[in-house]
């Protein structure tokens, strides 16, 4: 049966037999029993047998993403106004209110510009926080205000973020045991993973790596089906994506929307914000979603739009694509002050005939209540012990940063030619008075080279990792401390090989220090410091807000420690309200530790007038160094290279993704839901009536959300126990 489980539009229909069985709790309720074709794989465990399915408690645990709780959503007098420049307002929506069905497909569809990316995010919970942004209007789950604790939903953002070596396989299974509970088996969540690959139309890549920029790997469609995936995992009963199509050509946006319109048809509530799709992707929305200049044109049944616009003395011209006939209706044309008047009128008398029609009154189902009551049941989800988490993203990491074969070939090709270079210019110092400046020049140069090459490749990268962590962390899938220790485990040998390579060839070409032991120093320090330098590299990503900027900042903080690195300013000339700098400076923890390694105990030849530093030791005098040792520089760079991670994780933690929430009106209908429980509390004295969902204003923070979630997880181990009337409910 699983099997079977390709994409077969229709198969909505199958599941919602399959539920009704359940429902109703007759028959066997067996599996086995059912037909073919689901359209989201059916279990993650082996079925209940006939006993779990009557409705008595399962002794295997049963996970079923397939059954998703229903989940309706409406919106009313959604308002979403920005202050601009010069503190004027701009209205980026008004009065917007509607509703997203379970089984159905909704597009939200208008011209560039119309609102629809607001729109989406606002129905998401995905503004951006901003004292800038004000949000008002209610949103309702199957009648209850909306937080976080009483559905699950899914963002699909526009651009995909992956781990670029994975393999499609190894992305969603990774996915899977992240974010699945851990009394699934295996077995039962790698069948979990083929089923919804098989589901996804990705069978034929699921052995390809995701590929980048640089390593050719999916396609976009592929790439925004596995992204779609990865949401799916936790089963969630609504999901938003803004444009999925977006970059995609006919034939792959085509694939991208069938996928959505199979999920529907599973009994998620799907909506997507899309741009004048084709006629035959118009064809698979179920409900239609018409935003002009942030008001709604029009709601409801896709096939019925072109017959209301008809009806308003708009008919769409036979052979046209609806799609295309739509937006133009609502599109201001900006052409000439005339065609701006007339477009503007036309949209104008089309939003009043819409906010006038019955259709657009159909009261959404808004009872007045601020209860967030548990009508639904969240799916459950991972609490994965630590160790097991951390098993998980060292191996995940490891398989990036070793797989990653342009990457470490660009690097050793970098520390290589650093190195020979350097070994040409400064080939075999001798003794001479002279090879005192350009030994401590070549030290100076290792040192600052290790640091950069180290701190551009983090830059490069951790950026746009940053992103991927915050997005899955979003779905509670682990904690920052596991994810950061499994990062620096995994990258360790590859993170010390190209120092490690660096070191080992300027060294001998230069004629440094012969004692093996101060070769071997040399290296450790440089290595060392490779590690001070990325994990600068992770603060500054950590705050970055991209990968360019990232690029930017990050030169120019290790300027600093470059100016402070020992050579150019000596220690103790350094101004007072400035010592504390030199030592913070990774450069110049490396570069003492060299020097030192270096002279200690070495001669030099007189110059031609007999005189010069004569010993290792009076170079150490002359550049302030003879007052401590490598042992001590190595621990200074220790410090420093933990308070770059303790910073990064700071930052990381600080930088978390904030989200606006609606304001004026639900803290009106928080005040109204207020005082009508304290009139019923008098009334039935001791009633109990609660009232208090406090989520007036301001900002959610991803901590409070997780609140929310960790309340819901009360329910979780009911939920383990329950499947089949969880299914039924
Ligand atoms: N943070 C913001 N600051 C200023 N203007 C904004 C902001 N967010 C949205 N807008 C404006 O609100 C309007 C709607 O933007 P939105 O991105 O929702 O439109 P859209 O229909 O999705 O457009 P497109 O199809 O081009 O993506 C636009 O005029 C946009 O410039």
Redesign the pocket.
């Known amino acids: 049966l699983l099997a079977g489980a390709t994409a077969a539009k229709g198969a909505g229909a199958l599941v919602r037999r399959v539920r009704s069985k359940r429902a109703g709790g007759g028959g066997s309720g067996s599996e086995s029993e059912l037909e073919p074709t689901p359209s989201l794989p059916r279990s993650l465990a082996p079925a209940a047998d006939g006993a779990a399915a009557a409705g008595a408690r399962p002794k295997t645990p049963v996970y079923d993403a397939s059954v998703v709780p229903p989940v309706t959503l409406e919106w009313s007098d959604l308002g979403?106004e920005?202050t601009?420049k010069g503190g004027g307002k701009?209205t980026?929506?008004r009065g917007v209110r509607g509703s997203a069905k379970p089984g159905r497909l909704l597009a939200i569809m208008?011209?560039?510009?119309?609102?629809?990316?607001?729109?989406?995010?606002m129905l998401a919970g995905q503004v951006?926080a901003?004292s800038?942004?004000k949000l008002s209007g209610r949103i309702m789950v199957n009648g209850v205000d909306a937080t976080a604790a009483n559905h699950r939903q899914a963002y699909v953002e526009q651009n995909d973020q992956f781990y670029s070596m994975l393999t499609v396989n190894e992305t969603l299974g990774t996915a899977a045991a992240l974010q699945l509970p851990a009394y699934i088996t295996a077995e039962s969540r790698d069948a979990y993973v083929g089923q919804l690959i098989s589901l996804l139309g990705l069978s034929k890549v699921a052995e390809s790596r995701v590929g980048n920029e640089k390593v050719r790997g999916l396609s976009g469609g592929e790439k925004k089906r596995l992204a779609i995936g990865c949401e799916l995992i936790s089963a969630p009963s609504v999901m938003f994506l803004d444009?999925p199509t977006t970059g995609l050509d006919a034939f792959m946006s085509e694939q991208v929307m069938t996928t959505l319109q199979q999920l529907a048809s599973g009994g998620h509530t799907v909506v997507a914000?899309i741009?004048q799709p084709r006629s035959s992707i118009f064809a698979l929305f179920d409900d239609l979603l018409l935003?002009a200049e942030?008001r709604v044109a029009y709601q409801g049944p896709a096939g019925e739009a072109l017959a209301h616009f008809g009806a308003l003395g708009h008919p769409c011209p036979e052979h046209y694509n609806p799609a295309d006939f739509l937006a133009d209706l609502i599109a201001i044309d900006f052409t000439s002050p005339e065609t701006e008047a007339a477009s503007r009128a036309r949209v104008d008398a089309i939003v009043e005939a819409w906010a006038a029609s019955s259709a657009a009154a159909a009261p959404a189902h808004m009872p007045r209540t601020a209860s967030a009551a548990g009508s639904l049941v969240p799916a459950p989800r991972a609490r994965g012990r630590l160790l097991r988490q951390f098993g998980l993203l060292v191996r995940r990491s490891w398989r990036q940063v070793t797989r990653d074969k342009a990457t470490a070939v660009a690097r050793l090709m970098s520390n290589l030619s650093s190195a020979l270079i350097f070994g040409a210019i400064y080939f075999r110092m001798g003794r001479s008075q002279s090879s005192i400046q350009d030994r401590l020049g070549l030290l100076q140069v290792s040192a600052i080279n290790t640091a950069m090459s180290s701190l551009i490749k983090t830059l490069g990268v951790f950026p746009t990792e940053r992103v991927l962590v915050q997005r899955e962390r979003r779905r509670a899938s682990y904690p920052l401390v596991p994810y950061l220790g499994a990062k620096l485990l995994a990258e360790l040998p590859v993170g010390a090989f190209f120092p490690l390579v660096f070191g080992s060839v300027v060294y001998p070409l230069c004629g440094l220090n012969p004692s093996p032991a101060r070769y071997a120093k040399f290296l450790g320090i440089l290595t060392l410091e490779s590690f001070s330098a990325s994990a600068l590299g992770l603060a500054v990503g950590a705050v970055a807000p991209s990968a360019e900027s990232a690029v930017a900042i990050g030169p120019a903080v290790i300027l600093v420690h470059i100016v402070f690195g020992g050579l150019y300013v000596n220690a103790d000339s350094v101004p007072r309200a400035l010592r504390w700098l030199p030592r913070i400076s990774l450069i110049k923890a490396a570069f003492q530790a060299l020097v030192i390694n270096e002279m200690e105990g070495l001669a030099f030849d007189a110059d031609d007038k007999g005189k010069g530093m004569r010993t290792g030791a009076d170079v150490l005098h002359w550049t302030g160094f003879d007052k401590t040792t490598v042992r001590a520089s190595v621990k200074t760079q220790a410090r420093i290279l933990l308070a770059h991670y303790w910073l990064a994780l700071n930052l990381l933690r600080a930088n978390k993704a904030r989200y606006a929430q609606l304001e004026a009106a639900a803290a009106a209908e928080v005040a109204a839901a207020a005082a009508e429980a304290e009139a019923e509390e008098e009334a039935e004295a001791g009633a109990g009536a609660e009232a208090g969902a406090a989520e007036g204003e301001g900002v959610v923070e991803e901590g409070a959300v997780e609140e929310e979630k960790a309340a819901a997880e009360a329910t979780e181990a009911e939920v383990a126990g329950n499947a089949p009337q969880l299914a039924a409910a």
Not at 110 to 121: A, D, E, I, R, W
């Open positions: 979403y920005i601009v701009k980026v929506l208008g011209p560039s510009g119309s609102g629809k990316t607001s729109l989406l995010n951006a901003s800038k942004v444009e914000s741009h935003v942030g």
